[in-house]
């Protein structure tokens, strides 16, 4: 699966990257940046500032790759670890805790695939609302990002929490 998360990951970057790249010379010099909870625009601002969601988008990409690289050299300090039983599962072989640091690489490439469909739709529902397609940005315009995200977790949170327990009685492989 993480094969097909760094393919929609990269995707979903490359789409917000060109969606604002695209968009921007078209754009009026004052746009809506911010919505209220109603869908309307609470804060205008320059033009330039649909690139925060092109940076957060990145930087939140590199921060999280970064973090499902470094998972297993968080076990050589286990004060930083929170898992559940953390002192039984670091007494396993290498290659039996892999599963679960496997299991945590690929929640956190699909977390940030959620992240970077959120900031797709946010971006693709702005200049909606510049190019007065829509009054306002409607829920229903990121709403999908937000269910991604809450079945990532509903998905992987439960395996994430049962699996140490699982390997150290050895019915996970």
């Not at 995200?149 to 395996?159: E, G, H, K, N």
Request: net charge positive; proline share 6%.
């Amino acid at each position: 699966m993480r094969k097909v998360y760094d393919i929609l990951n990269t995707l979903f970057l490359a789409l917000t990257t060109y969606t604002v790249l695209s968009a921007y010379p078209a754009l009026p010099d004052r746009i809506p940046v911010h919505f209220g909870i109603s869908g309307v625009a609470d804060r205008w601002g320059s033009k330039s500032e649909l690139f925060i969601f092109v940076a957060i988008s990145w930087g939140l990409t590199i921060l999280f790759y970064a973090l499902t690289l470094s998972m297993p050299r968080l076990a050589r300090n286990p004060q930083y670890l929170n898992i559940p039983h953390k002192w039984e599962f670091l007494k396993l072989p290498p290659e039996r805790q892999a599963i679960y640091w496997e299991l945590i690489r690929e929640f956190m490439t699909a977390m940030t695939v959620s992240c970077n469909l959120i900031f797709f739709l946010i971006v693709r529902g702005t200049l909606h609302v510049i190019q007065k397609q829509t009054a306002g940005l409607p829920f229903k315009d990121v709403a999908a990002g937000l269910v991604a995200m809450a079945l990532v977790m509903l998905v992987y949170l439960p395996r994430m929490l049962t699996i140490p327990k699982k390997l150290i009685r050895g019915d996970e492989s």
